[in-house]
């Protein structure tokens, strides 16, 4: 195999992809656009904020000198210990003045910019609630499509979306709630904090929610005087984006197992027809074998005779960077002419896309036994 041969290979066997698929890489596209946006800004709040207190600093820095020279000429040679001497010293210099001033300053640009940062924050907040809820309307409507549903998400109570879309997913299209209990919980925290922010203006005077408040602080805080919600910390919003990442990703696999891994037994039936003969993949099972890592065992059939009946077992792990492995214990020439080929497996991280999307650091290793 030639990497001519591969690259016109892959360019003429393009996998199809379908709308449920298509719709996980577009909420994708879209977190990154916000996430990319978010990242931005705050970078430019930070470089702003330190910025003015620097120009702050280089103000004060002339005066502060001219402070220090008329304390030490006031002191003189009059014992510099003694406090009556060290109290008008500092009365005349002026430097205890200038000590609070510039501190006062110092809080006012504080304020500015925690103000900021709260109006940016909740801004972006409102944003990915109502992207999230967009997107799991859509994904009950996809999916009623898909597994061919009468019922539809319109069914059901509209009052929480949340609530509304996890309980079609479950009754309707057969997907266990467990592995969504935690987003849930979590999605349900923000969904408070979100209506309490547009409906009340960030007043809080319910207890349940005060009590939600301390599960997220310092992150959150709670302004008993004006009974005001604040986000103080921009790691409020970026939890934010990793929860509905990791949801999205175990609601990607979730509906692929119950679609019986259509998907993916089309990649690597695509991926392995690189290989003379048709190859069929089957008896696929995916399992989460730790909190970073899912492994992919696969059974791989072909009418070539020069090919075995053989296994393999592709694990995704979260890592630093893309890095690859693969292991050929298949001892078959054809296999391991493919391997070479593909050492990289470029073609094949092309074609795992969608289940890479979510984490673009994703490990590939393939075994071939």
Request: contains cysteine; glycine residues 2%.
């Amino acid at each position: 195999m030639t990497p001519f041969h591969t690259t016109f290979y892959f360019l003429n066997n393009q996998r199809k992809i379908d709308q449920l698929e298509k719709s996980f890489t577009a909420i994708a596209d879209q977190l990154e656009l916000y996430e990319k946006q978010h990242s931005s800004t705050i970078k430019n709040y930070l470089k702003s904020w330190q910025e003015e207190l620097d120009g702050l600093t280089a103000r004060y820095k002339k005066s502060e000198k001219r402070a220090q020279e008329k304390y030490d000429e006031t002191i003189g040679d009059n014992d510099s210990e003694n406090q009556d001497n060290i109290a008008y010293a500092t009365h005349i210099s002026g430097i205890d003045y200038l000590a609070h001033n510039k501190q006062e300053n110092i809080e006012e640009i504080k304020a500015k910019y925690s103000d900021f940062l709260d109006l940016f924050s909740k801004s972006t907040l409102i944003g990915l609630y109502s992207l999230n809820e967009s997107f799991l309307s859509k994904i009950c409507e996809l999916t009623s499509q898909t597994f061919e549903r009468k019922i539809k998400l319109s069914h059901f109570s509209q009052r929480d979306y949340i609530i509304s879309s996890f309980n079609y997913l479950e009754l309707v299209i057969d997907l266990p709630l467990k592995p969504f209990e935690k987003y849930i919980s979590k999605l349900k925290d923000i969904q408070g904090f979100r209506n309490k922010i547009i409906h009340e203006g960030s007043e809080i005077k319910d207890s349940s929610i005060l009590k939600t408040i301390e599960k997220y602080s310092p992150n959150l805080k709670y302004d008993e005087e004006k009974e005001f919600l604040r986000i103080v910390s921009s790691d409020f919003i970026k939890d934010f984006f990793k929860l509905l990442k990791n949801l999205y990703q175990e609601l990607l696999w979730q509906l692929e197992e119950r679609q019986e891994y259509v998907t993916l037994k089309s990649i690597l039936e695509n991926w392995f027809g690189l290989i003379e003969g048709k190859i069929t993949i089957s008896e696929i099972k995916s399992t989460k074998t730790s909190s970073k890592t899912r492994t992919i065992d696969f059974k791989i059939e072909s009418d070539n005779k020069k090919i075995p009946e053989l296994k393999g077992k592709l694990s995704l792990t979260s890592g630093k960077g893309y890095e690859v492995e693969t292991i050929d214990q298949s001892e078959n020439k054809l296999i391991k002419e493919l391997l070479v080929a593909e050492k990289d497996l470029i073609n094949l991280n092309m074609e795992l896309k969608t289940f890479m999307t979510f984490d673009k650091n994703l490990d590939i290793r393939l075994l071939i036994y």
